[in-house]
């Protein structure tokens, strides 16, 4: 199975935000009717733009090779910086595209290394294997970076339909690479955490039972060991959202999350304690939002920025939500850290 293309580079309505809103909009479903409200930073999300080596079929970014225009600038990091100077958020959670290609990547990870600051760097795995990006590892462990890796499977064939073909024995090798220098071993300062996302239109199983067999099916076949695994659900949003529609998937799809809705995801829900900024500074409830182009808003309604960050202005905030919220609080949930409700 080969790899997908942008929906930007095909020209696609779905590349537009609004058009995917309306795509769920007109199908006969239940809204979202809860209100959240924010709980007060804890994580301070960095989406450092869209350029990637790949091109995975389910990417809710969709981010590719071509999309180099959408780079965070070295200004707006040290923007970020002084906005995250007057928070008592304690993880910066830097994701992308593949974060790692942002050329000032490695300044914004040592910046928040000098804060203390847990650093989480949201990997593909495979752009390890890039020139530029052949030392991370080492650089990683120097510096205690937690690892978040995507691995759709521990099969092979499931993760190459998802992500194209030779991308599981890429990221076998980059695991290694990272085994090789103390990550996934048991050292808390070495974290190496695996993110599976269901490949097709079905929800993630039991987290802590797929982490055991995740556990045991990457040492047996490929001496590769991993602490901990978190598994999502794949959100109605950019690609996934038109494969559910090309495939006929959708409506299905999106009842089977409804029926699945669980009140109890909603204190876990990852916009009640992130904050998440856009590659060009905007801000955001969360990282879905950011790809659906539903910015943050103040009490007021003002869309937010961070070079105008106010903690207080952002703590009265309304959060934006919309039908693809019950991508999050379907069965056990489903957040950046994986699973919200036991
Ligand atoms: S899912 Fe991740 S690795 Fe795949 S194209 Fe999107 S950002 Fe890149
Ligand atoms: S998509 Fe999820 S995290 Fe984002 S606002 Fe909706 S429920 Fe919250």
């Given at each position: 199975?080969?790899?997908?293309?942008?929906?930007?580079?095909?020209?696609?309505?779905?590349?537009?935000?609004?058009?995917?809103?309306?795509?769920?909009q007109r199908l006969e479903l239940a809204d979202f009717s809860e209100t959240l409200s924010p709980a007060g930073i804890e994580i301070f999300q960095i989406n450092v733009g869209k350029l990637c080596n790949m091109t995975c079929r389910h990417c809710h970014v969709d981010a590719g090779p071509e999309r180099t225009a959408e780079m965070m600038s070295r200004e707006t990091v040290d923007l970020c910086l002084a906005a995250l100077d007057r928070t008592a958020a304690g993880t910066v959670d830097i994701t992308g595209g593949a974060p790692e290609l942002n050329p000032h990547f490695r300044y914004l990870v040592d910046q928040c290394v000098a804060r203390g600051k847990r650093v989480i760097d949201r990997c593909n795995l495979t752009v390890l294997l890039t020139g530029p990006c052949r030392d991370l590892p080492e650089w990683f462990a120097q510096r205690g970076v937690e690892i978040v890796c995507s691995l759709p499977h521990y099969r092979k064939r499931n993760t190459d339909l998802q992500r194209g073909d030779g991308t599981f024995d890429k990221s076998i090798e980059a695991l290694r690479r990272l085994n090789a220098v103390g990550y996934g071993r048991g050292d808390p300062r070495l974290r190496l955490v695996l993110m599976h996302n269901p490949v097709g239109a079905f929800l993630s199983g039991d987290q802590k039972s797929m982490e055991r067999e995740w556990k045991q099916?990457?040492?047996?076949?490929?001496?590769?060991?991993?602490d901990a695994l978190i598994s999502l659900n794949n959100m109605p949003i950019s690609r996934f959202l038109e494969w559910l529609e090309a495939s006929g998937n959708l409506q299905e799809?999106?009842?089977?999350?409804?029926?699945?809705?669980n009140p109890a995801t909603l204190p876990g829900l990852m916009c009640r304690n992130t904050i998440s900024v856009g590659w060009d500074g905007r801000l955001y409830d969360c990282d879905f939002n950011q790809m659906l182009e539903?910015?943050?808003?103040?009490?007021?309604?003002?869309?937010?920025?961070?070079?105008?960050?106010?903690?207080?202005?952002?703590?009265?905030?309304?959060?934006?939500?919309?039908?693809?919220?019950?991508g999050c609080t379907a069965g056990a949930g489903s957040s950046c850290g994986g699973a919200v409700a036991a």
């Amino acid at each position: 199975m080969r790899a997908t293309t942008t929906l930007v580079s095909r020209g696609s309505p779905l590349a537009s935000g609004a058009q995917q809103l309306q795509v769920l909009q007109r199908l006969e479903l239940a809204d979202f009717s809860e209100t959240l409200s924010p709980a007060g930073i804890e994580i301070f999300q960095i989406n450092v733009g869209k350029l990637c080596n790949m091109t995975c079929r389910h990417c809710h970014v969709d981010a590719g090779p071509e999309r180099t225009a959408e780079m965070m600038s070295r200004e707006t990091v040290d923007l970020c910086l002084a906005a995250l100077d007057r928070t008592a958020a304690g993880t910066v959670d830097i994701t992308g595209g593949a974060p790692e290609l942002n050329p000032h990547f490695r300044y914004l990870v040592d910046q928040c290394v000098a804060r203390g600051k847990r650093v989480i760097d949201r990997c593909n795995l495979t752009v390890l294997l890039t020139g530029p990006c052949r030392d991370l590892p080492e650089w990683f462990a120097q510096r205690g970076v937690e690892i978040v890796c995507s691995l759709p499977h521990y099969r092979k064939r499931n993760t190459d339909l998802q992500r194209g073909d030779g991308t599981f024995d890429k990221s076998i090798e980059a695991l290694r690479r990272l085994n090789a220098v103390g990550y996934g071993r048991g050292d808390p300062r070495l974290r190496l955490v695996l993110m599976h996302n269901p490949v097709g239109a079905f929800l993630s199983g039991d987290q802590k039972s797929m982490e055991r067999e995740w556990k045991q099916g990457l040492a047996a076949n490929h001496g590769v060991t991993f602490d901990a695994l978190i598994s999502l659900n794949n959100m109605p949003i950019s690609r996934f959202l038109e494969w559910l529609e090309a495939s006929g998937n959708l409506q299905e799809y999106m009842e089977r999350l409804v029926n699945a809705y669980n009140p109890a995801t909603l204190p876990g829900l990852m916009c009640r304690n992130t904050i998440s900024v856009g590659w060009d500074g905007r801000l955001y409830d969360c990282d879905f939002n950011q790809m659906l182009e539903l910015e943050a808003r103040s009490l007021g309604g003002a869309a937010l920025h961070i070079r105008d960050f106010d903690p207080a202005r952002l703590r009265e905030r309304p959060i934006v939500t919309g039908r693809h919220c019950f991508g999050c609080t379907a069965g056990a949930g489903s957040s950046c850290g994986g699973a919200v409700a036991a």
